[in-house]
Nanobody, 121 residues
Framework: QVQLVESGGGLVQPGGSLRLSCAASGSNFRVNTVGWFRQAPGKERELVAVISSGGRSHYADSVKGRFTISRDNANNTVYLQMNSLKPEDTAVYYC???????????????WGQGTQVTVSS
């Protein structure tokens, strides 16, 4: 059973930056595609960034040019660098392993506790 632990969230002013971390254990992490999701109050969970085992990436239009996803396979960790943060980025951020063809991903059944990101002045 895979275990995912997100960290790095916090309170930041608009225009600020945060780097989130997703540490995985219990899986052959380096061969997995991994995604970052977020869920704001009253909204559905949305996929914001994806990285393949080989480093190919994909971003939601709402974060393109501001967020960067990366991975360190040696340490079973995926990162999400978030710059130029906006109040609408406020949400709980989760990571998960993804399956399926590129562009038609399905998240795994196990979710971590998430990490809260709040963008406010």
């Amino acid at each position: 059973q895979v275990q995912l632990v997100e960290s790095g969230g916090g309170l930041v002013q608009p225009g600020g930056s945060l780097r989130l971390s997703c540490a995985a254990s219990g899986s052959n992490f380096r061969v997995n595609t991994v995604g970052w999701f977020r869920q704001a109050p009253g909204k559905e969970r949305e996929l914001v960034a994806v990285i393949s085992s080989g480093g190919r990436s994909h971003y939601a239009d709402s974060v393109k040019g501001r967020f960067t996803i990366s991975r360190d396979n040696a340490n079973n960790t995926v990162y999400l660098q978030m710059n130029s943060l906006k109040p609408e980025d406020t949400a709980v951020y989760y990571c998960n392993l993804l399956s399926g063809y590129w562009g038609t991903w399905t998240p795994g059944p196990y979710w971590g506790q998430g990490t809260q990101v709040t963008v406010s002045s």
